[in-house]
């Protein structure tokens, strides 16, 4: 085998897709159809049967969306134990910044239309790089150092992206929980572009529907993410079949999936999912009178006591999952507000660790978690292969004495009347820390934190918002603190990138002017300028530029050490629990599995494909 070859091989068995690789090619073997079969018996699943639907419940109509987040059908994506996997695609190669995709022979979209290169070529040329439809080009995840790939197409089975060095991101972005979607349905989108159908046509089309313009009229067509439009084709394994305003929505199966089961059976199983929408306020009653054959979106731990009381008469199980999410309660000091007093000593390590200390975590899992969760920073789960306890212990005891004393030896020692500290500019040290309003459990976290930290003689100021101006103003610098949830991923791999550690990721609380900064390559926001944020970008962009998982997981560890040292983010306690309520006879859902945002797509890495109904089950149930 060459050298080259070999390269190959392994960056792809690292990558764990390196199965069944042909000597000297690097490229695996093809399937006699378009079809995966899936492995279900080593994951301890059974062979099902194909039929009957199941009801969910959303909040809003726009909520159908998540539908294509937790059906999860990816180019790439994560099983069961955090593996990176072609999905879609039939095979990766990988080979230093060149990437090449094999699709599969004969697969289709759900209209029976080919799938083929030309649909990633479609985006690529005419979606990605047409600014009436993409203003700000490729989306940042294809740029290496600011440059796109040289993206080429050798037949209808083949795509390849050429970077001039690795892109470490890309196969993980490939993976997200919202899918990026490097391909279009061609077929069905180009009788809408300018460039097949002429401007005069596009823009008539565009005005029959009361629309400006084209490029209107071609983003409401093309929904395989929002899942608006019943006419436009999918991968997916569920394709909409109903148009909003509707209070039920209904997603029929994909004819031509291309999941199968040992057996010969297409998957999905199910041939509907059915979205019926309900106010927020009753998702949990509801769900406890059995009006969902499946829900966890919308549910939170402190309903886990209502929706144990419903499952004999209504014929469900309360499954509890474990969330993985560095802290159900963070704290953000703005290192970029504008208020220079707060400024100063946001950025004094001193206070913020006093900050830290000064708060009794046993109390607050007590409180919000029923002395279930886990004390501690905000940083990664004992899941992660990348887990060091110390990381969640530093700085992170209750120890209001030494909170006190750091809090004098950052220039806090001076007291009002009240007992509330003095900012060296005279004002009283008022924390207002402001949240979106949404998490229950944060907002009644913080009204714990308020006494603690007024033992050691500040006050906090609660003040919750709408999630969109909230992060207004974060990015003008007019936050001081921010309470919201920790860590999305909290569950990485070495080949996960770690950019939420750092300001590349956009909008982050403790640092948005930075973000916002490295967000538009300078053109707003400002630059970093304390040296240990600084080391954390510098360690952000050396994992954007390697290739090799032991540096990277290396990489990873400094960052958390960083993050744990300096308290850049606070975080409280972790280990929450997620319900997921599942009728009795739902067979092949697991009775307890990892639920996060990111990477597992809240259940999506279980794949809903292949839960079926189990009628011998039912009954049995039924009959206890």
């Known amino acids: 085998m060459s050298e080259a070859v070999s390269g190959v091989s392994r960056r792809a068995l690292l990558l764990g897709l390196g199965a069944a690789l042909l000597p000297g090619t690097g490229r695996a073997e093809e399937p006699a159809d378009a079809t995966a079969v899936v492995d279900l018996a080593a994951r301890g699943r059974r062979t099902g049967t194909a039929g009957g639907s199941i009801r969910t419940l959303i909040a ?176 997916q394994a569920w394709r909409p079949r109903t148009r909003a305003p509707a209070t039920r929505f209904v997603f029929a199966r994909n004819p031509h999936y291309h999941r199968v089961d040992p057996a010969g059976t297409r998957l999905p199983y199910l041939d509907a999912v059915l979205m019926d929408v309900a106010s927020t306020g009753l998702l949990v009653a509801k769900t406890n009178a059995g009006e969902a054959d499946l829900m966890f979106r919308g549910l939170a731990m402190n309903d886990i006591p209502s929706l144990r009381e419903g499952e004999r008469a209504h014929g469900y199980r309360t499954h509890l999952w474990p969330l993985a999410r560095g802290s159900e309660l963070a704290l953000y000091p703005n290192l970029t507000t504008q208020d220079p007093g707060w400024r100063a000593l946001n950025r004094d390590v001193r206070y913020r660790r006093a900050l830290s200390l000064a708060i009794d975590r046993r109390t607050l899992n007590n409180t919000l978690l029923f002395g279930l969760g886990t004390e501690g920073n905000d940083t990664i789960i004992p899941e992660s292969p990348l887990y060091e306890p110390a990381f969640r212990t530093l700085h992170a005891a209750y120890e209001p004495a030494e909170a006190g004393r750091l809090l004098d030896a950052a220039g806090l020692a001076r007291r009002d009347g009240s007992g509330i500290r003095l900012m060296p500019d005279g004002r009283p040290v008022e924390i207002v820390v402001e949240s979106d309003g949404e998490a229950g459990l944060v907002l009644d976290g913080l009204l714990l934190i308020a006494e603690f930290w007024r033992e050691v003689g500040l006050r906090l100021v609660v003040k919750p918002q709408e999630r969109t101006n909230l992060r207004r103003r974060s990015v003008a610098g007019l936050t001081v603190m921010v309470a919201a949830q920790g ?33 538009t390559r300078g053109a707003a926001g400002e630059p970093c300028d304390v040296p240990e944020v600084e080391a954390l970008i510098a360690l952000d962009r050396e994992w954007r530029a390697g290739a090799d998982p032991e540096r990277q997981g290396a990489i990873w560890r400094t960052m958390l050490r960083n993050h744990a040292e300096n308290q850049w983010v606070i975080g409280t306690v972790a280990g929450a629990l997620q319900p997921v309520v599942a009728a009795t006879g739902l067979a092949n859902l697991a009775d307890r599995a990892l639920y996060s945002w990111d990477p597992t797509a809240m259940i999506g890495v279980q794949r809903l494909d292949e839960i079926f109904w189990d009628k011998a089950a039912a009954r049995s149930a039924a009959a206890r």
């Open 60 to 235: 809003k109509a726009r909520d159908v969306r998540y539908l294509s987040v937790y059906g999860y059908t990816r180019l790439v994506g994560y099983d069961a134990a955090l593996a990176l996997k072609p999905d879609v695609l039939e095979a990766v190669e990988v080979a230093g910044g060149r990437f090449t995709f094999r699709l599969r022979a004969g697969h289709r979209w759900s209209d029976g239309a080919p799938f083929t290169a030309e649909d990633f070529r479609y985006y690529w040329e005419d979606v990605a790089n047409d600014r009436d439809l993409s203003p700000g080009g490729p989306p940042d995840f294809l740029l290496v150092d600011g440059r796109p790939p040289a993206v080429s197409f050798p037949d209808p089975r083949t795509v390849v992206y050429a970077w001039e060095r690795p892109n470490p991101r890309f196969l993980p972005a490939l993976a997200a929980p919202r899918d990026p979607l490097i391909y279009r349905p061609a077929h069905y989108l180009k009788p809408f572009h300018p460039r097949y159908a002429g401007r005069e046509a596009a823009d008539a089309a565009a005005k029959a529907q009361k629309l400006r313009g084209w490029a209107a009229l071609h983003n409401r067509l093309d929904d395989n993410y929002e899942l608006n439009n019943p006419d436009c084709p999918t991968l």
């Open 487 to 519: 860590l999305d991923l909290a569950v990485p791999t070495a080949i996960m990138p770690p950019t939420e550690l750092s300001p590349f990721q956009p909008d982050h609380y403790a640092w948005p002017r930075w973000s916002q900064n490295l967000e």
